[in-house]
């Protein structure tokens, strides 16, 4: 059985991420989203609020469950039993970090693979910060994110 991670901290889900998820359950047989539980960073929405949002917007899927981690990546790959990282990659600035992300989980655990989705045009510029700072000044943000995503953003900033 394939399993396959695609982590993330997911602050909040855009359009982008949906269609990287919708993607890769076609290429695994079960995909979790893992959601990054960084107590460092203070998230808009809560890691449980972000698991709940991705849970409700890929039940239709049926091959995808969202679930938090912290501590190493490659630890709550191994937990999960998964032997695949997916990760998205936008534009050609996503390059340094992605290289740096895979080649560090790569160092530490040889036997996990990163696989890299390329982004659809259509959603090579959102970001999570992007739709955030939209959000924030009460700017449109349905082209961006799922209409859950928007009304839990739309409440966050009243
Ligand atoms: O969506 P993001 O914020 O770009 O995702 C980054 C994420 C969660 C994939 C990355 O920060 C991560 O894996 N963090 C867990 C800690 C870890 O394993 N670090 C070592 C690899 S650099």
Redesign the pocket.
């Known amino acids: 059985m394939r399993i396959g991670v695609y982590?993330?901290?997911?602050d909040p889900i855009t359009n982008g991420h949906m269609d990287i998820i919708r993607r890769a359950s076609l290429l695994v047989d079960h995909l979790i989203v893992g959601v990054?539980n960084n107590s460092q960073k203070n998230p808009t929405l809560s890691v449980e609020e972000r698991v709940d949002l991705i849970n409700e917007l890929t039940k239709d899927l049926g091959n995808v469950t969202a679930n938090h981690f912290s501590?190493?990546?490659?630890e709550f790959v191994n937990n999960m039993q998964a032997n695949v990282i997916i990760r998205g990659f936008r534009a050609i600035s996503d390059f340094e970090y992605e290289m740096?992300?895979a080649q560090?989980?790569y160092m530490l655990d040889p036997e996990i693979e990163t696989v890299f989705l390329v982004a659809r045009n259509e959603f090579s510029y959102i970001s999570s910060t992007m739709v955030k700072e939209v959000a924030k000044y009460h700017g449109d943000i349905s082209k961006m994110v799922p209409q859950k995503t928007q009304k839990i953003l739309e409440e966050k900033f009243k």
Request: charged residues 0%; neutral net charge; aromatic residues 8%.
């Open positions: 982590p993330g901290s997911f990054l501590g190493l990546l490659v740096q992300l560090t989980n």
